[in-house]
């Protein structure tokens, strides 16, 4: 029982940074397999809602059908709602079809350039059946997608005068492992701290203007010197 005791692990979180779309936390008291393991689970297994299927009713642009299905397929969609959602293929109440309120969500775009100026076409111009699942907006994330006057979300495609585009898209379930459009993160990684270990003896012989030079050498601020006892920690 001693020897399986050792193979228990215990980690422990810590939080060092949370944004809408960033996070950077602490991993400890566990070894790389496990954070290895919660990288892979972030990027292929959990769940999200992305768009699926597109039917093209009209597009007189520039860009063909498969083009604008895979942009479509890549907006990223507001996903709090995809836990309680239902896989479409484990979903009675469709049969599989993946086409009901239980496993799916319902886009429509329709966008016409009356004038001469170039109209862009974005992931504001979609309308969802559902409140709660929308194209994310950057707006105030800091990210470098701000919006302004030239550019409101995520741009799918730029009409000219005469040009149209009509279509339906349904938003399903899925993760990473299926396909890149249902992964919730861009980039995982992870890295070692470094311990520091400081030469009680051999700091002892320093001076203080010494000491303080050891300290300001470090760029990230990692020493410090105890204005009591004058040692650096």
């Known amino acids: 029982m001693e020897g399986a005791a ?6 422990k979180v810590k939080i060092r940074e949370l944004k809408d779309d960033y996070a950077k936390f602490e991993l400890r008291e566990t070894d790389a397999s496990v954070a290895n393991a919660l990288r892979r689970v972030m990027i292929a297994e959990v769940p999200t809602i992305a768009i699926d299927l597109v039917e093209i009713e009209v597009n007189s642009s520039v860009l063909n059908d498969e083009f604008i299905a ?23 109440a469709c049969d599989g079809d993946g086409q009901c309120e ?53 741009t799918i495609v730029k009409l000219r005068k005469g040009q149209e585009l009509r279509l339906r898209a349904i938003a399903r379930k899925g993760i990473g492992k299926d396909h890149a459009k249902w992964s919730p993160a861009a980039t995982v990684t992870f890295m070692y701290e470094p311990e520091i270990h400081i030469n009680e003896e051999m700091m002892e012989t320093l001076s203080l203007e010494e000491k303080t030079s050891v300290v300001d050498s470090s760029p990230t601020k990692v020493f410090g010197i105890n204005p009591h006892t004058q040692q650096v920690g």
């Open 6 to 11: 050792s193979y228990q692990r215990f980690p």
């Open 102 to 154: 239980f496993c799916s969500v319902e886009f429509h775009l329709r966008a016409k350039c009356i004038n001469d100026q170039t109209l862009d076409v974005t992931s504001k111009d979609l309308y969802s059946s559902d409140h709660t699942v929308v194209p994310v907006d950057f707006s105030d994330s800091g990210s470098g997608f701000e919006n302004n006057e030239d550019q409101r979300g995520i």
């Open 70 to 92: 895979h942009r479509l397929g890549l907006i990223p969609l507001t996903s709090e709602r995809a836990m309680s959602m239902r896989f479409s293929r484990d979903c009675d």
